[in-house]
Structures are given as C-alpha cells and as structure tokens.
C-alpha cells in the first residue's frame, strides 16, 4: 500500500475525437483519448487509494497505469520501434501490478504520459499501416494491427478503471 | 445456466482496414459473451457497485448501442427513441428476458451490424447518433464501436472477477 496522502489532480483536458482525419490519425486521436480516460479515473485519490485492491487479482488503479506503459513500450517501442525489449522479471512476469513505496504516483503518470508521446511519434514514423511491423518479435504483424490491438488493449483497461474507480468512491462517467 | 463457449480466435493480420476493426470487433463482442459462461442468473443480475451495471445489462446496452450506431447512423433506419424519463433504461434486464435471448439477439444485432458496415464507404460520412447536427465518418463509428465495446468488455471482466474470482483474456 502506499502512503502517499497528497491526492493525485489529473485535470479533465479530452475532447471530441475528431471526425475527418485517414486512418492513422482516427487511430492515435482514440487512443489518446483512452489514454487519458484512464488516467482521468485517477484523479482526486490518494495513495492508498490509488494502491487499493479489491479484486482477488493484484488490479489497482495505479496498477493498470504501470502495466499500461509496459504495453506501450512493448507494442509501440519493441514491436513496431525495433527497440530493445523491456525485460520481464525472471521471478515474476507480472509484478508491474504490484505497487511499492517506490511507485509514487506523479511519476507513474509522468512515465505514461512520456511513453504514449514516443509511442504516437512511432505509430506516425512505421510507414504504412499494412506493411508488416520491422521488429523481430512479432513479424507477423502489420502496424494497422497493432494500433488497433493498442486501442482495444487501453479501452478494455479503462473499463477496468471504471468499476474500480466506483467502487472507491463511487464517481462514474466517461 | 448460460453456457458460452470460447470460440474466439485473435484477428488475422492480414486484413484491410474495415476488416481488421470488424474483427477486433468480433473478438471483443464475443469476449463480453464468455464472461456470462456457466452463470446462473442471480449472478447475471448482480450489481457490485452503486451503478446499474450487470453483466447481463452489458449485454443488452450493447445491442442498443449496436442499433444506433450501425443500424441507425450508419444504415439510416429511424432511431429507436429511448425513454424520456429515464435514458439508461436498457440497462435493466426484464424478468422475461433470458440470458440465452439475450445473447441470441447480441448475436443476430452484430451479424447485421457487420454487414451495415461492409456497405458503406469508410469515408463517408453520417450524423452522429448521439448528438444530430455533427457529422462523423463510417470509419470513426467503427473505430468507436471497437473502443466502446472493449470498455464494457472491461467491465464485465472486473464484475465477473467480483462474483467468482475467474480473470483471463
């Protein structure tokens, strides 16, 4: 659990995903309108109760946040950027859902913010979404779907936020 | 007791656009379904928190969804008025209303969905349905079907999880 008492601000900034854009862009408005919904989930909670666990599974709020920027990094950054891989943790493949001291969360946000940017700067750089991704770890892939697979991933994890988020205080809303 | 069989598959990377979104679609469509599997339908009824959310109202928001964006916007048929005291009323599941209607008709609504969406042009463009007066592409209907649909799938997955402890894909 984390102890930080100071309440996290995430001011509302989304808009209306815009209309007339081509593909690319209609994909990267709705995933940065997700990715901000998510975050928006966060906003006026603590630290413990952004640590709060209320699920049999290690889920939190702050949780889905840091794992959220291991699949940026991973889809965007290794997959379609050739980057090198993040590596897991031998002993524990999923312990980004675990929250420790370390694991304020103005950086955990920050990191997520940082790493949507580079994502959306090489979603615009992988040339045409039909071509297959560069990176050797999935050269099945096109970009086209890895940007979808990106934007079903978020918004699934933004529902996730939703009913935690209720359950914590009781706001809802987009 | 519902029973839902996984059958789903993960989207072939081969697809052009409107093919890929259709079958990110599908997946998820169908993701909402396995999470109601082996259910009885006090559990499918049961609300976890304040809000009227229920695995089972999911479903049925769904096909409401579904009727007004591809049916509605995208194919022109009138829009089904929703009531006016109340606008979230398709969330609450009638007593004659079974699990298996219910998933049978979710099914039957995203068949004609899917073919709405195969004929017409992505670029073209339709009034929104939740707001007359604002145009939006047959594109960005789609790509929001996708977002919206997952959002719930996500809900459901957290509700199902608080009823029986099961998470997975």
Excluded at chain 1, 45 to 69: N, Y
Aim: overall charge negative; hydrophobic content about 40%; charged content about 30%.
């Amino acid at each position: 659990m984390l102890l930080v008492t100071d309440r996290l601000i995430i001011p509302d900034t989304r808009g209306d995903t815009p209309a007339d854009r081509d593909e690319r862009e209609t994909l990267i408005a709705f995933l940065d309108l997700y990715r901000e919904t998510v975050l928006v989930k966060l906003d006026g909670l603590d630290g413990e109760q952004l640590s709060r666990r209320l699920l049999p599974s290690r889920t939190t709020l702050l949780g889905i946040v840091k794992h959220l920027v291991l699949v940026e990094r991973w889809w965007l950054s290794t997959v379609i950027g050739g980057e090198p891989e993040t590596p897991d943790d031998p002993d524990d493949p999923d312990a980004e859902w675990l929250i420790t001291a370390a694991d304020s969360p103005e950086p955990v946000v920050a990191d997520y913010r940082a790493a949507c940017a580079h994502s959306n700067e090489l979603a615009r750089a992988a040339g045409p979404l039909d071509a297959r991704v560069p990176g050797p770890h999935r050269p099945d892939r096109t970009v086209r779907w890895v940007l979808i697979h990106m934007l079903g991933e978020t918004a699934r994890h933004a529902g996730h936020a939703d009913i935690l988020r209720e359950l914590i205080d009781g706001r809802t809303g987009d | 007791m519902l029973q839902v069989p996984d059958t789903r598959h993960g989207p072939s990377p081969d697809l052009d656009e409107r093919e890929t979104l259709i079958a990110f679609l599908d997946y998820n469509r169908e993701t909402v379904l396995t999470k109601l599997d082996g259910l009885p339908r006090e559990a499918l009824l049961q609300r976890v928190a304040s809000s009227r959310t229920t695995l089972l109202g999911i479903v049925k928001h769904l096909i409401h969804v579904e009727e007004r964006w591809f049916v509605a916007a995208i194919g022109g048929a009138p829009m089904r008025a929703r009531n006016p005291d109340d606008r979230d009323a398709e969330w609450l599941v009638d007593e004659d209303e079974t699990a298996a209607d219910l998933a049978t008709r979710y099914r039957v609504m995203w068949a004609r969905s899917n073919e709405i969406a195969r004929a017409a042009s992505l670029d073209e463009h339709r009034r929104r349905a939740d707001r007359p007066g604002t145009d939006l592409t047959v594109r960005w209907i789609l790509v929001h079907m996708l977002e919206e649909t997952a959002r719930h799938a996500g809900h459901a997955d957290i509700l199902r999880e608080l009823i029986d402890g099961p998470t997975g894909d």
